[in-house]
């Protein structure tokens, strides 16, 4: 069975430990070069042709930075890029389908990024050769009578024409300047670019400075940046990140008017809006930060269900121990009524936050229960959780609730950063667990279901976006509370991550019999950890309306009805599908004003 050493540079300290793997290393001590300091990397090298796999490295290394890896045998193709010697090594890569949309599933970490900078160009891979320097003619010869020669030919001559969007549009702002309108009309096509400001709704920003823009305003020029140049080829990174659900939707919609008859690959965590693109699905599996392979192509339905599943049938892969399933709970508000003990509930009040203006309709929640909150941006979502959090004035007069606690884990981090500035993620979190159970559920629940073990250690200003989400969530979870409130846990987290946090949340909602508001932009988690919805509605930045909660299927109809999108169910994963728009369905669930899911 071929296997891999990787060494996590972040995290290997030769100077600190003394270098313990050298010294319990069989292999080494037979005198044979197995593990070596290399004074270039400082750090660790693992010569893979003389390791046996043995482990006891990875068990004596004190900060988890060496992982001895198997890899799987079916479904294994050529090294298409390694990083270095130790280090992230990506096989196989995805194929573009002419004149179609090709999505990508995976992991963070898994080189769903990297194989769009190879497709566009910008990294030329060496084929796993890092000891030599990467050639685009060897690259070409590597493919030879596949539909990558072709591709990587055309691509190199100059004969085919790429655009990639980013993934990180925050980090925009530092290599460009000057106004959106400017920065578009030199880049784009007039008439395309037209289309795009309409579409996009870009008026409003036209003249304003890149640096002064959203995390959601700076997504949608990125697309009008890529989607208004006429390419052969679109790549896409995450075109949904920083967008709400309504937007979310609208953007797949764009995307799919301005690239038809195009060629498009599209990376996308968020799987209702990847199955309303794609055409056809990759799955790029492995184990994150150490290895990814490129999964043959699927239609976008079978591509989907197989990731889910955890099993790629076609290849005898197992991706997965277990499947991710989506229970279709029942509906009635008044089963659920009787059932539940009611925690707090609040009476009509209006909240004002500067110009904007909020309009909270009447509402409870009862023990066990969670609450999903939707909305396009700027709508007050926010504003409600800090209302139901005691931050405003209104909330004292309007809440009813006795010796109520809360829980909170805001949008934007960066106040939790400041609050915990140079402690480590261990210290903070059993800080937080006061109680036993609070510590029990920390060890055995929490840090193993979110992977947090390794980051122990880590500085909390070390973080990175997504790990420090994890973070977040565990601290607000561990706290025993009576409600917890979460503002967009899903941002920055992977499909998996995403969905392991919510039925997380979930799960310790209902064993302690707690209740909770979750604020989402991802319809999937919100199907899958909702009992009941919350909608807003009115007008971005100027005024919005908290209207009560009701039941999901009810909810969701309202706020699918305004998107004009309708949603069915997958007979095998019971997963939310979007319909194509004008399909059979689609007209049928409109008809009938069932847009979230037939009965």
């Known amino acids: 069975m071929p296997r891999i050493a990787i060494i996590d540079p972040e995290y290997c300290k030769p100077s600190k430990c003394g270098m313990v793997c050298t010294r319990f290393c069989p292999q080494v001590k037979l005198g044979y070069k197995t593990i070596v300091y290399d004074e270039s990397l400082d750090r660790v090298v693992i010569n893979e042709d003389l390791c046996s796999g043995c482990g006891i490295c990875v068990k004596k290394c004190p900060f988890e930075a060496i992982k001895i890896v198997n890899l799987p045998e079916e479904g294994l193709k050529e090294c298409s890029h390694s990083y270095g010697p130790n280090l992230f090594r990506l096989y196989g890569l995805p194929i573009p389908v002419k004149g179609a949309i090709l999505g990508i599933i995976g992991r963070n970490g898994v080189g769903k990024t990297t194989c769009l900078n190879i497709l566009s160009g ?68 007039k008439k395309r670019l037209e ?39 679109y790549l896409l990174d995450e075109p949904s990140a920083y967008l709400d659900v309504k937007e979310r939707m609208h953007i797949a919609k ?27 699905v990759a799955v790029i599996y492995g184990k994150p930060g150490v290895y990814g392979v490129v999964s043959n192509i699927y239609s976008a339905y079978n591509g989907i269900n197989a990731y889910l599943h955890g099993y790629l049938k076609s290849e005898n892969v197992r991706i997965r121990k277990y499947p991710i399933t989506f229970p279709v709970r029942p509906s009635t508000e008044k089963a659920m009524k009787s059932s539940h003990e009611e925690v707090l509930k609040w009476r009509e009040c209006e909240v004002n936050v500067g110009k904007f203006k909020l309009k909270i309709m009447p509402g409870e929640c009862f023990k066990g229960e969670v609450i999903g909150i939707v909305g396009p941006n700027a709508i007050g979502k926010t504003t409600f959780i800090k209302f139901i959090a005691g931050e405003f004035e209104e909330s004292e007069e309007h809440i009813e609730a006795e010796d109520v606690k809360i829980s909170y884990k805001p949008q934007y981090l960066r106040r939790f950063i400041e609050e915990h500035e140079g402690k480590n993620v261990e210290s903070i979190l059993l800080e937080r667990a006061r109680s036993g159970e609070s510590r029990a559920l920390l060890e055995m629940e929490l840090i193993p279901k979110l992977e947090l073990k390794k980051l122990m250690e880590r500085n909390i200003d070390e973080l990175s976006g997504g790990e420090l989400q994890k973070v977040a969530i565990v601290y607000c979870m561990v706290e025993d509370a009576d409600v917890y409130l979460l503002d967009e846990p899903s941002a ?9 946090a919510v039925k997380m949340i979930r799960k310790i909602v209902e064993m302690r019999k707690k209740s909770a508001f979750i604020v989402e932009h991802d319809i999937l988690c919100v199907d899958l950890v909702s009992d009941r919805m919350m909608t807003f509605s009115g007008r971005p930045g100027i005024e919005g309306i908290a209207n009560t909660p009701t039941i999901l299927r009810e909810a969701m109809n309202m706020f699918l009805r305004d998107v004009d999108i309708t949603f069915r169910r997958d007979p095998e994963t019971g997963r939310p599908r979007a319909n194509k728009p004008g399909s059979r369905l689609d007209r049928e669930q409109k008809r009938k004003g069932e847009y979230y899911y037939m009965t």
């Open 492 to 500: 920055y987290l992977d499909i998996e991550e995403r969905l392991t």
């Open 195 to 233: 289309k795009l400001k309409k579409a996009l709704e870009l008026e409003r920003i036209w003249s304003r400075e890149i640096g002064s823009l959203s995390g959601g305003e700076l997504q949608k020029v990125a697309l009008a940046a890529a989607l208004s140049r006429d390419v052969n080829v």
């Open 122 to 189: 910008i990294l030329v891979p060496n084929l796993g050769d890092h000891f030599s320097e990467a050639e685009r003619s060897k690259v070409i010869e590597f493919y030879k009578g596949s539909p990558l020669q072709v591709y990587f030919s055309n691509l190199y001559s100059g004969n085919m024409k790429v655009v990639l969007k980013p993934q990180y549009v925050d980090k925009i702002p530092e290599h460009v300047s000057g106004k959106v309108g400017d920065l578009l009309e030199n880049v784009g096509e």
């Open 254 to 280: 764009v995307i799919r008017e301005f690239v038809k008859g195009k060629t498009a690959i599209i990376v996308e965590h968020d799987l209702a809006v990847l199955d309303y693109l794609a055409d056809y």
